[in-house]
């Protein structure tokens, strides 16, 4: 009976409660910090897919015969008919004050605007966004036997005023479309 009385009366002491309190502690202070890198990542995944996307469809623009539907004279030939797409109108969304700590839900019409120009911004790279954007995206081409782009994304995701760049560039060469291997970004985790 003495043995049982002495399991009965044990427990924890103040410095082995106080050392789970502070592993607790500092494994909650990691799992903030993972957390919130995890949520910026996401974010900023949106801006790196749509700018490489828009990469992409300036090389397949460039691509594309983009001769003009006239009819030929008999004997004519046609001008070069691979050209990059020209620069975009204006930015999706307009002002950067629409993504300011918040998301913007494009319309269709934004990224058709250039529809009638041929050659010209996103309609002619057949690209838009149909899901609600952290970050306000621009194209910027110049047409020619030696032209280059650069698509870009700009974003402020906490709504501080300073604001985050990402872009890529491509330029042509030789007939071919050459793009840069990485993104050029600018303060990533504003």
Do not use: H
């Amino acid at each position: 009976m003495r043995a049982f009385k002495k399991y009965q009366n044990r427990g924890f002491t103040l410095i082995e409660l106080m050392i789970v309190v502070a592993i607790v502690g500092v494994l909650a202070a990691l799992a903030i910090y993972g957390v919130r890198k995890y949520l910026l990542n996401s974010k900023t995944a949106e801006v790196r897919n749509a700018v490489g996307q828009m990469a992409k469809d300036a090389k397949a623009a460039y691509e594309r015969e983009s001769m003009p539907s006239t009819i030929l004279a008999g004997g004519a030939s046609a001008a070069v008919s691979n050209n990059l797409c020209t620069d975009a109108s204006k930015t999706v969304p307009a002002a950067k004050t629409s993504i300011a700590g918040k998301k913007y839900q494009s319309a269709a019409t934004d990224w058709t605007v250039d529809e009638a120009t041929f050659g010209k911004g996103f309609a002619c790279l057949r690209f838009a966004m149909s899901d609600p954007q952290y970050y306000m995206y621009d194209y910027k081409g110049v047409a020619g036997a030696a032209g280059t782009f650069t698509t870009s994304g700009y974003g402020d995701l906490n709504g501080d005023g300073v604001t985050s760049t990402f872009g890529l560039s491509g330029a042509v060469t030789g007939g071919v479309v050459f793009v840069s291997p990485n993104f050029n970004e600018d303060k990533p985790e504003e």
